[in-house]
């Protein structure tokens, strides 16, 4: 059995190799991408509201940071 902390940090491990694999977040256009989508959409709102743990917050700060470094840049301005 596990606990919930030790689910959240095996999906946290598996959107962080899926983002530094892929170079992007997951997307809604990729169905089988959907459970990482869900979770990281479920965790922004978490996040947001104020109710995520001490802890968590962190290591989902750096994920984000991660993901938004792949964002591109408008090279037009």
Do not use: C
Not at 4 to 12: A, I, L
Not at 20 to 35: A, M, Q, V
Not at 65 to 72: D, K, M, N, P, S
């Amino acid at each position: 059995m596990t606990t919930r902390d030790e689910q959240w940090n095996k999906r946290y491990r598996e959107v962080w190799r899926f983002a530094k694999k892929n170079h992007r977040g997951p997307s809604r256009h990729h169905i089988e991408e959907h459970s990482l989508l869900n979770w990281m959409k479920f965790n922004r709102k978490s996040f947001n509201q104020g109710k995520m743990k001490d802890e968590r917050k962190k290591k989902f700060l750096k994920l984000r940071a991660l993901i938004t470094q792949f964002h591109r840049v408008n090279q037009y301005m």
